[in-house]
């Protein structure tokens, strides 16, 4: 079992940069792909980023150039950089998690593929 929690989420003010934390509990941190989604009021859940076992990267159109994802596996931990926000950024993002040794690329960026979530934290972008 893996539990999640997020942090670092907040108000800030367009233009401006926040960085997300993902801390794990559990084994084999460094065994699962590591995404982050987000979901703003009314909308779906989207995908954000996504990182795999091997450091690989995958974004959204809408943040490539923008967003960073990153990880750390000697603390357990995957983190956002967000830059250059929007307000359009607005949501509550999501960190998620699955093993890769069970699952291959074709769930990075799909919601579905993941097994573990966080409950989230808000970011709010001000224009």
């Known amino acids: 079992q893996v539990q999640l929690v997020e942090s670092g989420g907040g108000l800030v003010q367009a233009g401006g940069s926040v960085r997300l934390s993902c801390a794990a509990s559990g084994r084999s941190f460094s065994s699962y792909v590591m995404g982050w989604f987000r979901q703003a009021p009314g909308k779906e859940r989207e995908f954000v980023a996504a990182?795999?076992?091997?450091?690989?990267?995958y974004y959204a159109d809408s943040v490539k150039g923008r967003f960073t994802i990153s990880r750390d596996n000697a603390k357990n931990t995957v983190y956002l950089g967000m830059n250059s926000l929007k307000p359009e950024d607005t949501a509550v993002y999501y960190c998620?998690?699955?093993?890769?040794?069970?699952?291959?690329?074709?769930?990075?960026?799909?919601?579905?593929?993941?097994?573990?979530w966080g409950q989230g934290t808000q970011v709010t972008v001000s224009s």
């Open positions: 990182i795999s076992r091997s450091g690989t990267t």
């Open positions: 998620a998690a699955f093993d890769e040794n069970y699952r291959g690329s074709y769930y990075y960026t799909k919601s579905d593929g993941y097994h573990y």
